[in-house]
């Protein structure tokens, strides 16, 4: 709101979390969509690359129009980073704002084994969830503003449009107490999570039929955030949701994030020697288990990734999300367009947004997805036998 106003364009990763939809939402603004790297054997997102940001303002400029703003989320979930300084580099010199959702990136920069942070590589808007690598209470954020692109006052101006007039002051004091203790020492509080990620990382990769996610899988991104340590199961014919649902049941261990491949686990400063060895423990007794069975490799359902560059969007958001609707049945909606923002969570990646034509690829994702376990956040019907379409 802050940067777009009703009918301008913002630039953003097809993967964003679905709160920037919202945002289109309440301001009125178009997507501009970058597909971004995705890898099939992982199934996993990566980020977008400066490339892909200077042909989507070019289309843009192409059709007569100019963005408002650019948005990218770096790190993403399991922590793969984009090229911010050159994105940032790029933008400005378009004289468009670069927004960063860095929500899980409230600790890059405090040490030299962590990616920069966003205002490091020239950032105009960095948006942080404290709560989640550092030790603040959850629902605690920060936003970060750097340089004079973005208006001040209107930044202060939404925020008090969308803000409680009555804030919890055991948030803001658990905002306060993160930032004291990271000043304590902030060249040297990550190194206990630093240096247990990588050797947990080191042990998994040694154990027969586990692979853990690296670099070389997104070759084109330049850091991956050492405290995500993301681990596959195909080779032993487990999904991530089999893997997650065993670790628990039978180790006690809580994944941050469960995916049709892979799980993820996030190391952070209260983990300690004793969570590496569970988790170690506990997925070489999984690899030992499952290695003798003999199941068939899970492979992701082919041509279903939750990223397609044949999205048509029939309305823009806000016109979709103040629409008459009604229900029809799954199969139904082909064709028809969504009413509903619809998703996996986590990551809060959406599949469906309102105003897009539903397409078949959308909805075999969705019951694939449901099948291995998924929770699908948004869908008014949980189980996605129907969806709310627009009366267009």
């Known amino acids: 709101m802050a940067t777009c106003s ?8 097809r993967n964003s979390h679905l709160s920037a939809v919202s945002a289109m939402v309440l301001s009125g603004a178009l997507p501009k969509y970058i597909i971004p790297d995705y890898n099939k054997d992982w199934d996993i997102a990566g980020g977008v690359s400066p490339l892909q ?4 303002i070019q289309e843009l400029e192409r059709a007569g129009h100019e963005a408002a703003a650019v948005l990218i989320t770096s790190p993403t979930y399991h922590g793969i980073c984009s090229s911010l300084d050159e994105i940032s580099e790029l933008c400005h010199s378009h004289k468009i704002p670069l927004i960063v959702d860095e929500a899980h990136g409230a600790h890059l920069g405090f040490h030299p084994k962590l ?8 950032a105009d808007l960095a948006v942080q969830s404290t709560h989640k690598v550092l030790c603040s209470l959850t629902q605690s954020s920060m936003l970060h503003m750097s340089g004079d692109i973005v208006d001040k006052a209107r930044i202060s101006q939404c925020l008090q449009t969308l803000q409680t007039t009555s804030p919890s002051y055991l948030l803001l004091a658990s905002l306060d107490a993160a930032r004291a203790q990271l000043n304590e020492s902030p060249g040297t509080i990550f190194n206990q999570a630093i240096d247990l990620a990588y050797e947990a990382r080191y042990l998994l990769k ?3 039929g586990i692979s853990v996610l690296e670099n070389s899988s997104f070759p084109i991104f330049p850091s991956m955030d050492p405290l995500r340590l993301t681990v596959g199961f195909w080779q032993l014919g487990l999904s991530g949701y089999e893997a ?3 670790l628990y049941r039978d180790h006690g261990i809580v994944c941050e994030l469960v995916g049709n491949q892979s799980i993820t686990c996030a190391f952070n400063l209260g983990t300690c020697r ?6 170690v423990l506990g997925i070489k007794h999984l690899a030992t288990t499952y290695a003798s069975l003999q199941r068939p490799k899970e492979k992701v359902l082919t041509g279903v990734a939750p990223f397609n560059d044949d999205i048509i969007m029939s309305l823009i958001p806000r016109d979709a999300f103040f629409a008459s609707k009604r229900r029809v049945t799954l199969r139904e909606s082909l064709g028809e367009v969504s009413g509903e923002l619809i998703c996996p969570y986590p990551p809060g990646i959406p599949v469906l947004i309102p105003g897009e034509v539903i397409t078949e690829k959308a909805i075999d994702y969705l019951l694939h997805v449901r099948s291995k376990g998924a929770v699908i956040s948004g869908a008014s019907d949980p189980l996605i036998s129907s969806i709310v379409v627009c009366n267009i």
Do not use: K
Not at 6 to 13: A, R, V
Not at 116 to 122: F, V
Not at 274 to 279: M, P, Q
């Open 6 to 13: 009703p009918g301008t364009f913002l630039i953003l990763p």
């Open 115 to 122: 990616p920069n942070s966003a205002l490091q590589q020239g």
């Open 274 to 279: 004793d969570h590496v060895e569970r988790l």
């Open 53 to 56: 940001v200077l042909q989507a």
């Open 206 to 208: 040694n154990i027969p």
């Open 244 to 246: 997650d649902e065993i």
